[in-house]
């Protein structure tokens, strides 16, 4: 998979975490400054962590049956 593949991904990722940990702090009565300090914290370390456990699972073979996410399982998939 290329740098591209990965890159992606973990913008996409940071971008999901970033949005779901802020909107959960303002729903929690927290102000906006708060909830999007929050957001910037915890998701670079989200993505980070999880782009880096997925990278490794793949450079080992072991791809997610379920998310059919890497581009060789959705090649695979096809009929």
Known sequence: MSYSFWIK????VLI???VVVAVAQYLKNDDVAYAL???A????I???IFT???????RRGQHCALC????????????
């Open 37 to 39: 300090t929050q957001g």
């Open 68 to 79: 059919k996410d890497t581009p060789e399982m959705r090649d695979e998939s096809k009929p």
């Open 41 to 44: 914290i915890w998701a670079p």
């Open 46 to 48: 989200t993505a980070i």
């Open 9 to 12: 991904r973990f913008f996409a």
């Open 16 to 18: 999901g975490v970033f």
């Open 52 to 58: 880096a456990s997925r990278f490794f699972q793949a």
